[in-house]
């Protein structure tokens, strides 16, 4: 049976994407595998299924079929299986796709757990925290009931949530894009994440949360937003950043210094090539503090946060805070 092609199709397509892989072991990783009104792809590390109408049965390259799908502007194309391939035509273009009999099991793979609905809020926090992702554990976004959590061990996101999950789990890189509002996400018993979006749902292998050292954590945070003074809203450092960023030019190494004086706040940064660049922000802080940062740490952060000024004798940073969440930058030696 021939079938138009749809922006429902091609979606399905970009959503099974997320479980291939183009590794040549298993060769199942690079196909799609259609039992006609659902398909699935596993790179074992990652399952999706989509459940959807597709115009065919058996397995076929998942990628061959997305760049052909791609090359089709507006979806004007018809597609159908004529024996053992997958014919797409469109206008003067034909193209016969080998459909094969590579297959996994997915009926091994059906999760059985009590899933949690993502709010906005929720899913707020977990982009923001995207941006503070570190190596080995450290790689997840931590989740529980009541916590946001990422870190690469030089600075930390932290928000409140209400997401009621019985057990904590982690969100990788990979997960993210599965996420928005109304999906729905929980762990089962081997710590794998599942993702429901509606129309099918992704499996990810991950670590157990268990190590994640979630208690140092805490403390860590308790103990640097203790006593703090706020020092300017962080929509005048990103104002300073937007003028002092081009004495960065070719450098890999963004370092600003931040001093604080008589209710003056110098941002500047200098370059043995480029030369020097200093912003001055009215301060709310009285008192003199100098303290080194990473640029690159600042980038993307929204003008909504608060910098505050804890205790600068523990470890010299800088806190960010709103109503929703708190960052922390740790400075630099």
Not at 117 to 128: G, H, N, R, V
Not at 217 to 241: H, P, R, W
Not at 256 to 262: E, P, Q, S, V
């Amino acid at each position: 049976m021939m079938t138009v092609g749809t922006p429902a199709l091609n979606d399905a397509i970009k959503m099974l994407k997320i479980g291939a892989s183009k590794n040549d072991y298993p060769v199942y990783c690079q196909y799609v595998m259609s039992k006609g009104n659902y398909a699935f792809t596993y790179n074992n590390e990652v399952f999706v299924r989509v459940d959807f109408p597709f115009p065919w049965r058996g397995s076929v390259n998942i990628y061959v079929l997305d760049e052909t799908l791609r090359s089709l502007k507006d979806n004007a194309y018809n597609i159908e299986q004529v024996d053992d391939f997958l014919r797409i035509t469109s206008g003067k273009f034909k193209s016969d796709i080998a459909i094969s009999s590579i297959v996994s099991d997915d009926e091994k793979i059906k999760p059985e757990i009590e899933y949690a609905i993502l709010d906005k809020e929720t899913i707020e926090s977990i982009m923001a925290a995207t941006k503070f992702v570190g190596g080995k554990i450290y790689q997840y976004i931590y989740v529980d009931t009541n916590n946001v959590i990422s870190t690469d061990t030089s600075s930390l996101f932290h928000a409140i949530t209400s997401l009621q999950v019985k057990t904590p789990f982690g969100i990788s890189k990979s997960i993210v894009p599965l996420l928005s509002e109304g999906v729905k996400i929980g762990v089962d018993k081997n710590n794998n994440v599942a993702v429901n979006f509606g129309t099918g749902y992704a499996l990810f292998t991950t670590d157990s949360m268990a190590s994640y050292p979630k208690k140092n954590v805490m403390n860590f945070l308790e103990s640097t937003t203790k006593n703090t003074t706020k020092v300017c809203n962080f929509a005048y450092i990103g104002e300073a950043l937007r003028y002092i960023s081009p004495i960065f030019f070719g450098e890999n190494e963004k370092i600003l210094t931040l001093r604080n004086d008589g209710r003056v706040l110098k941002v500047s940064a200098e370059t043995k090539v480029a030369g020097r660049a200093d912003y001055e922000i009215v301060s709310e802080m009285g008192d003199a503090f100098e303290m080194r940062l990473d640029a690159n740490k600042l980038k993307n952060i929204t003008y909504d946060y608060d910098m505050y000024i804890g205790d600068q004798s523990k470890v010299p940073s800088i806190i960010l805070d709103n109503t929703k969440a708190t960052i922390i930058i740790v400075g630099e030696d």
